[in-house]
């Protein structure tokens, strides 16, 4: 027998209260999620941005805590240029083979894999994101080192001194493929292609086959219906699968110092800047860089309508 007859349990009050103020529910569960965002994630960003505008002391190697520009000047140097520009034309150019890779099984998948094969699809797929990033690295550092498949399949087919001849050249940077550009350009592209897989098949999914049908019916050739008709309308699968290829190579710095050469990436700049030179400020500017770039790549892919394939 309650002690106050009509009392209305404190639970039942409670449950009333946001039945009548639906704001104010969607308030209390946003709010853990966005103290730990704000907190955490932005206010860490803050604190690097902050400390890309102090300097270090060239005399003692301790952080000047005044507000100065000259540790972004650094970033000019030839040198400093130099690692912006490798990596962001590293990321472009692993952009542009995963979409050129993935666009023809992305559309298997969406137009032509049904029931089981479309279940091997995504399985083959994702596989390769369920094992160790590290063990693929070093996996295939394997592969492609001088002991490795590919000079052995080289070997066999009689192109080893053409292999050993087009890897002595400048551009690839190494006597081997497990230590080069071209060796970290392939890793990269491997490691993010699930990414840029998944965003093309749900854009291809969208697009409805009369159209496809309709551009033959006109007399449009294939290539013509692929160019005005399917590549527009997979344009943002595309943008949105290319932020994650273009952000993820702008930022790693495992795959170019396991399998890349001993010239620099940004990834690589800031954590010997931050490590064993002790020049946080210059680390924090270089970390600004790519934050500068996803922001602008971002843009574009918002005008290109990339988050409605996400």
Do not use: C
């Amino acid at each position: 027998m309650s002690l106050v007859v009509g009392a209305e349990p404190l639970s039942s009050r409670l449950s009333g209260l946001l039945w009548r103020r639906p704001n104010l529910l969607i308030l209390l569960l946003l709010l853990p999620p966005l103290l730990w965002l704000g907190l955490i994630y932005v206010g860490s960003l803050f604190s690097l941005l902050l400390q890309s505008f102090f300097s270090i002391d060239d005399f003692t190697g301790q952080v000047t805590h005044e507000v100065t520009l000259l540790t972004y000047a650094e970033l000019l140097r030839p040198s400093n240029l130099d690692i912006i520009t490798r990596t962001v034309t590293m990321a472009a150019l692993v952009t542009v083979a995963s979409a050129i890779i993935a666009f023809p099984v992305a559309y298997y998948a969406a137009r032509y894999a049904k029931g089981r094969w479309k279940a091997f699809f995504y399985l083959g797929v994702m596989l390769p994101l369920w094992s160790s990033y590290l063990v693929k690295i070093y996996a295939w550092k394997m592969i492609l080192s001088k002991e490795g498949i590919v000079s052995w399949l080289a070997a066999k087919l009689g192109l080893g001194v053409l292999l050993d001849g087009w890897l002595s050249l400048p551009v690839v940077g190494g006597n081997s493929l497990s230590v080069s550009a071209t060796g970290t350009f392939l890793v990269f592209v491997y490691i993010w292609l699930p990414y840029m897989i998944l965003p093309i098949q749900a854009a291809l999914e969208r697009v409805p086959a009369s159209l496809i049908e309709a551009s033959h019916d006109l007399g449009a050739a294939p290539g013509a219906t692929f160019r005005h008709v399917l590549l527009p309308l997979a344009l943002p699968g595309i943008a949105a699968g290319s932020i994650f290829t273009f952000s993820l190579t702008l930022g790693d710095y495992i795959v170019p110092g396991i399998i890349g050469t001993s010239r620099l990436f940004i990834g690589q700049a800031v954590y010997m800047q931050q490590g064993t030179a002790g020049n946080i400020p210059l680390a924090a500017a270089f970390s600004v860089v790519p934050m500068l770039i996803m922001a602008l790549y971002l843009w574009l892919a918002r005008k290109m309508g990339a988050f409605d394939a996400l």
